[in-house]
């Protein structure tokens, strides 16, 4: 298990992470794990230490990461569902640039239990399919109460039996299309994703534009949060949290911590960018960036919040661009870092609802991503608006 990263080469597990037992014990096979960003650190897909994941509709353009493997293989048809991380939307962001379906459920839905740790406040872990349907089915089955493991989790977490809870009749359901999750998208986005509300309305949802200003605020409160605070747990902390009361998987812990001291050379730029802020805003400001963003994050949270209390569901575009092209053999240090594509997607990290991205359509032969945010562990609601999007788009 790398992690992307010849931090963690040769580290070998000795158990699995609570969804890979869940995985295993309903059935499911697995084939082999799939490649993702450097310590996952990254939202494009040229940074894992062995190789750039192309995307499957044009081996030229980024796949989006962090969870890069999992959403072209998933894409490509090579396996039928993956597991993504996300902590800035790592697994929407491969889900909108490979066409697929993917969601970051609720924060403590799902155990993150046994998974290596970017930011306690920040880790998801949600499936990627190929379809709504497979999307519900793997979270029926990888959601629920660890047991006490993961203090993510309230105890009282109810599952419900989500892939036959879907239903293509949105009939009374009320969407709102924020009108920030547009702003500096490119032309192309916006025409595909305006143009697909069709799609809601002809299932029989109402779907009416509302408006959110504090959702373009909310991109810079998530950058204090995800490079100070990865900083310190990701690298300091080796892969695990610190004054965390939940389990610890002290075994890589030790290599990461191991590889960090001998290996950390090796690294991608983005990675020791995050380091180096971490460290400076540390010893200089004693991460006041840090707490100050974590205490806005209430406000950002109480604002969706305010706009899901009229509406189901919000949506938007995932991403503001269509897919980016890899970088060329021997860029320089400036055009890899000049990538930043956490547009829509990071807020939503912050205040923990659920969040999934979907195929809203094509733009130029690309996919372009819809993104449907709903309440807090009201992942029945999202599900059943993708489903009902999903086969009016498919008719």
């Known amino acids: 298990m790398m992690n992307g990263s010849r931090v963690l080469e040769g580290y070998m597990p000795e158990f699995d992470a609570t969804v890979v037992t869940r995985i295993l014990d309903a059935g499911g096979r697995v084939l082999g794990k799939t490649a993702v960003e450097d310590l996952c650190f990254d939202a494009r897909s040229d940074t894992n230490s062995k190789m750039p994941i192309l995307n499957p509709y044009d081996g030229t353009l980024s796949a989006g990461g962090s969870s890069s493997g999992s959403a072209a293989l998933v894409a490509g048809g090579q396996i039928d569902m993956a597991l993504g991380g996300d902590q800035g939307g790592s697994i929407r962001i491969p889900a909108a640039w490979c066409g697929i379906v993917g969601l970051k459920p609720t924060w403590g839905l799902v155990p993150y239990t046994g998974a290596s740790s970017v930011q306690p406040f920040l880790d998801h872990l949600g499936p990627m399919t190929r379809t709504v349907e497979d999307c519900a089915l793997l979270l029926e089955v990888i959601a629920g109460y660890d047991d006490g493991l993961d203090p993510r989790q309230p105890p009282n977490i109810v599952v419900p039996e989500y892939s036959k809870l879907l239903t293509a009749d949105l009939t009374g359901m009320k969407v709102g299309l924020v009108k920030e999750g547009f702003d500096k998208c490119d032309n192309h986005i916006v025409s595909t994703v305006r143009s697909a509300k069709q799609y809601f309305e002809a299932a029989g949802a109402t ?31 080796g892969g695990t949290a610190f004054g965390f009361p939940g389990f610890y998987p002290t075994s890589m812990q030790q290599a990461t911590a191991r590889g960090i001291r001998t290996h950390f050379n090796d690294v991608s730029h983005p990675v020791k960018i995050m380091a ?24 950002l949270r109480k604002a969706y919040d305010d706009a899901l209390a009229n509406y189901d ?54 996919p372009v991503g819809l993104m449907i945010v709903g309440k807090h562990f009201d992942e029945v609601t999202v599900l059943k608006a993708a489903y009902g999007f999903e086969k009016k788009r498919d008719e």
């Open 276 to 299: 180096l802020l971490g460290e400076y805003t540390k010893q200089r400001y004693n991460h006041i960036h840090y707490a100050k963003a974590m205490n806005c994050s209430r406000l």
């Open 313 to 366: 569901v919000i949506v938007m575009p995932t991403m503001r661009t269509l897919q980016s092209e890899l970088p060329k053999k021997g860029a320089s240090i400036q055009e890899n870092l000049n990538k930043s594509v956490l547009h829509n997607a990071s807020q939503f990290n912050l205040t923990h609802h659920p969040a999934l991205s979907i195929n809203a359509g094509f733009a130029g032969g690309l």
């Open 207 to 237: 779907v009416e534009e509302t408006s959110i200003p504090m959702h373009i605020t909310g991109r810079k409160i998530g950058v204090a949060i995800l490079f100070e605070g990865c900083s310190e747990n990701a690298l300091n902390a």
